[in-house]
């Protein structure tokens, strides 16, 4: 039902408005077109890509056993498949439907605009006649014919008066006189008429126009809104099918139940149940002897002192293992509460994954412990054999002789025992964990025991010439000389291993190839890459006979900021930044807490480097008023940076917080700590680029902290060069930075104006009510904002001064300290 107000009521003196709605409806349609095309298109090529991504999958090798996953992922790929081929069928529906009735709809809009155009023109075509030409017209001749019959009056009075001619002068004169009245009799009936027209006009013909002109408008608005409910219905991901598809997936994820996981893969690979056999005294061995007993330990003088060192020896190993024994099961019991403490407080499922590497922690000291437990049976049924044998022999010949020595030390007997059996690599290893773990109480000689352990056998984690997910670059700039080595974990491809080699005044990358169980370059395979990287190193055996690299130096690891993923205990969550989460955490040694940031594994390599250049500058500053650097975790993926944790949070949460609490003296305080960290930065030619108050911290006693060198960089000439404006903050950026990519001290010292704005307003976002480019573009014109309530005056010329145009006007960071080190003691 149409409101009270209408084209034909309100608009009749509205052409040239209705002309640029029409053309103004026209865009927009064009542009509702041009978006449903590109609909059309991504539906299609999305389509397309599901279609292609299921039939690659399906082509992958079969598993050699069915499980929930395998089965659950099968219906994904399937019902990805569904979703590909009614992604297309929407894409056709939309293309044939939507699309193809708004084309019509464009040039049906286009025609009722030309035809208004045409039919508005006739009307007031028609109505300009009547009304004003066809009057002019006889107004003219009106004037003409009055101005006729007055002159042929006047000759009539002159002939009346001389008495000549007045017969003809009175013939012209009632000639002129019919003429004029006759033509006012038309110009009366003209004027009706045209009064008549008017008033037709305007009370029917031009609303009638307007109004049908309104009815095709609002048909038209109808129609569109018929063709973008379908659209809207077309284009729908919660229609019926799609909705079904991922209840599909949905109900095939529900599916997975870990208790049957591997049911099908037992069943597959389970064991012939046959026992194992058990060792036994190979008895072939007393064939030539002179008849020595099976299973008996001999006890005679030849062996007396010999025995009582090996029961010495025993009873030390045994006392080592159990303590060692205590300890790893209180630390396993620990873990496993502070798991189960997480398990219950986490908010979502996914929470959990995050324990996977504290699970992975609890399962190697688990499996530790079962090592120790072995190692202490093990050692008491060795113990009792001889103490069994001691207490018999002392009972049958109580003068048995001393022993001619001092008991061997354990080291001694472990390297003579190992060196003989293979069985027990696994356990030398752990052995080896334990006299490390006990070196202080077993003294000296324990160093001899890692002699028993080749540096090739430990683990590749351990290894001196192993760097961990370190990135390309940084690894380049650590090979200096012929023949320095690295191995490190490729940050594009995670699990791949890089030999990296100087060689030839240029710095080679070797992929360390895996296939069938060995680790290989292009020649003979190991087990291990310790083994494979010692062989190379130890024969000097070229790397590939193409580039004919030899190993010379092992560059070591930095060992002073290495820490393992295992030294670190996960905590809450602190926060997101921009390359992952960042956590409160635990470190190991010392309980000590700290913040761990956190890279996400799937980052590009370009981003992954650009999260560890932070550690790489803060490895090299220690002030009071930087953020201290605790060490890396790059053994392995995901790489963390472990950071003194920060007990404030950072300085705009802060200062938005306490804001009613905060004295001008705190304040003041708060921004020389800010000026003293910039200085050392300034002095070590360390460029921020990123100072704001959301990049600090406030710490113990609300000293001020700089933090987050995400996008810092150190230069020897304190200039930078960048391009682009990509996550620029444009409200903390200097001018010249913003428009030609020049960084450097001096455009920090602009954004420390900011800063100061920052803290002086209590957390107040710069430049209030622009956008960024309108404060860009104020600035230029030579806006500067003004200073916050309660701002000494001091501190916003000091804010003034940091914003000069020019970088060269601008103070220095030291002048800064020294300047705000006067304002503090006012």
Known sequence: MRSGMGFGRDLRNSHEGLLKLQDWELKLLETVKRFMTLRVKSDKEYAALLLSMTQQTEKQEACDYVSTVSKSWSQMIRQTEVLGRVMRSHADDLNSGPLHRLATLIRDKQQVKKSYQSLHQQLESHNHKVTRSDLEKLKATYRQLSRDA????????????????????????????????????????????????????????????????????????????????????????????????????????????????????????????????????????????????????????????????????????????????????????????????????????SDCVLLLSQKLSLLELRHTVQLLRGSEARLASQKALLDAKMASAATSSPSTPPPLALPRTLCGIHRKYLEKSSRFDTLRHSLAGM???????????????????????????????????????????????????????????????????????????????????????????????????????????????????????????????????????LGELLGKGNFGEVFKGTLQRDKMLVAVKTCKEDLPPELKVRFLSEARILKQYDHPNIVKLIGVCTQRQPIYIVMELVSGGDFLSFLRKKKDELKMKQL??????????????????????????????????????????????????????????????????????????????ESDVWSYGILLWETFSLGMCPYPGMTNQQAREQVEKGYRMACPQRCPDDMYKVMQRCWQYNPEDRPKFSELQQELVAVKKK
């Open 435 to 569: 006299i490390r773990s006990h070196k202080g109480m077993l003294g000296p000689s324990t160093s001899q025991f890692f002699d028993v352990i080749p540096t090739s056998e430990r683990p590749l984690a351990e290894q001196e010439w192993y760097h961990g997910a370190i990135p390309r670059t940084e690894a380049q700039e650590l090979l200096r000389q012929q023949g320095d080595f690295l191995v490190r974990e490729s940050h594009g491809k995670p699990g791949e291993y890089v030999l990296s080699v100087f060689s030839d005044e240029q710095r080679r990358h070797f992929i360390i190839q895996y296939a069938d169980s060995q680790y290989r370059f292009e020649g003979t395979g190991f087990a291990t890459i310790p083994q494979l990287i010692e062989h190379h190193f130890s024969t000097k055996q070229v790397i590939t006979k193409k580039s004919g690299v030899v190993l010379l130096n092992p560059v070591i690891k930095d060992k002073k900021w290495i820490l393992n993923h295992e030294d670190v205990v």
């Open 668 to 745: 003041v305080r708060f921004a020389a700590d800010a000026a003293a960290g910039m200085a050392y930065l300034e002095n070590k030619n360390c460029i921020h680029r990123d100072l704001a108050a959301r990049n600090c911290l406030v710490g113990e006693g609300n000293v001020l902290k700089i933090s987050d060198f995400g996008m810092s960089r150190q230069e020897d000439d304190g200039v930078y060069s960048s391009s682009g404006l990509k996550q620029i903050p444009i409200k903390w950026t200097a001018p010249e930075a913003l428009n030609y990519g020049r960084y450097s001290s």
């Open 150 to 349: 007055n002159n042929a009056k006047e000759k009539y009075r002159e002939a009346l008066a001389k008495g000549r001619e007045a017969e003809r002068a009175r013939e012209r004169y009632d000639k002129a006189t019919a003429k004029l009245h006759n033509l006012h009799n038309q110009y009366v009936l003209a004027v009706c008429g045209a009064r008549t027209q008017q008033d037709e006009h305007q009370r029917c013909a031009a609303p009638a126009l307007l109004d049908a002109l309104q009815r095709m408008q609002e048909d038209m608005t109808l129609a569109l809104k018929s063709i973008l409910e379908e659209y809207c219905e077309i284009s729908s991901l919660l229609t019926e099918e799609i909705v079904k598809v991922h209840q599909e997936i949905s109900a095939a994820v529900q599916q997975i139940d870990p208790l049957a996981e591997y049911q099908h893969f037992i069943d597959a690979y389970r064991s012939p149940e046959t026992l194992e056999a058990i060792v036994e005294f190979d008895t072939s061995l007393l064939d030539e002897t002179d008849n020595l007993p099976a299973n008996e330990i001999l006890w005679n003088t030849l062996t007396a002192d010999s025995l009582q060192a090996m029961l010495s020896s025993a009873m030390e190993e045994l006392v080592l293992t159990q303590q060692d024994l205590l300890t790893k099961e209180a630390l396993a019991d620990d873990l496993d509460t502070k798991i189960q403490t997480s398990e219950q407080n986490a908010e979502r499922k």
